[in-house]
């Protein structure tokens, strides 16, 4: 009983130290400021090299911003097994053209603020051209080896994997060669499936998974 008294009174503690990340919507707003003179307004970008945020998960939000803080991939997991608030935040390390500079003038506090502002803001998919037969091609490659852990057709964000569907295709396209070459960890399994396409299809697999996300708009 004690113990888990002593359980729930941890808990609660932490649930008031994660409200207290996003209680002073001044200081966030600020803060955000920077973020959506690139992603967009409430983090819905219009440039397509450049990702939405609006609607990703805390968890993934905080963890892609610590990654590019913490380029060290053990100063990294010292710092996300150091803060209770990151417990289910699983970070890869990620090259960025600009986000390592930039996140490394943000503290974990802040980022836990931002995280939870774009978190909170509803994701609208962008508009783009794409061609109907590439997309559905890539309709299959997605069902075969991406829905285990995009589900939803990559709509969905709580399981913490990004949001594939609605996502600027030249982005997707960008984080598949950062992922192929190296740029960029992730999963072992997702590894996997990734050396598959490449071997069953080829390049040309992304480019018919990035008309299928491009596809999907609602
Ligand atoms: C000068 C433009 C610019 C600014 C300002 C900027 N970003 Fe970025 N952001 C990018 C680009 C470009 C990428 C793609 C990675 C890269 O090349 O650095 C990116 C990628 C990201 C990602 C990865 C998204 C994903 O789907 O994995 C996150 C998270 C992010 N930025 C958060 C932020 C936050 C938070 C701020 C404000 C503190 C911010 N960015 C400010 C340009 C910008
Ligand atoms: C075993 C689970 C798993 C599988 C299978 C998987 N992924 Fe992922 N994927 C993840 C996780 C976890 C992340 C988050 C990585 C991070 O935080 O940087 C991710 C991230 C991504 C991202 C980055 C999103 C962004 O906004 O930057 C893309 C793109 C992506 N996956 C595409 C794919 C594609 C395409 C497939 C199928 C060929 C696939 N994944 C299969 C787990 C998986």
């Given amino acids: 009983m004690r ?14 130290m994660g409200t207290t990340a996003s209680a002073d919507p001044a200081r966030q707003a600020m803060l955000v400021n920077t973020c959506v003179a690139c992603h967009g307004e409430a983090g819905n970008s219009v440039g397509p090299a450049i990702p939405t945020l609006a609607g990703l998960s805390p968890n993934y939000l905080m963890g892609a911003m610590l990654a590019y803080k ?8 010292a710092v996300i097994d150091a803060d209770p608030a990151f417990e289910d935040v699983e970070a890869f390390n990620r090259y960025g053209t600009i986000m390592n500079r930039l996140a490394s ?8 603020m931002i995280a939870a502002y774009f978190s909170d803001q509803e ?30 057709e990559g709509r969905v964000a709580d399981d913490d994997t990004g949001v594939l569907a609605g996502q600027w295709a030249p982005y997707f396209l960008y984080s598949m060669a950062d992922f192929n070459n190296g740029d960029r960890d992730m999963p072992k399994k997702m590894k996997i499936k990734l050396k598959e396409i490449q071997d069953s299809v080829g390049h040309a697999g992304f480019e018919q998974l990035a008309h299928y996300y491009a596809s999907i708009t609602d």
């Fill in 3 to 16: 113990i888990k008294a002593t359980a729930t009174a941890l808990l609660c503690m932490a649930s008031l």
């Fill in 70 to 77: 913490y380029p060290d991939a053990d100063e990294l997991e």
């Fill in 123 to 152: 994701m609208q998919r962008a508009t783009q051209d794409f061609d109907s037969a590439q997309a559905k091609k890539g309709k299959k490659l997605h069902t075969k080896y991406c829905e285990k852990c995009h589900e939803d």
């Fill in 105 to 112: 003038g943000y503290t974990e506090e802040e980022i836990k």
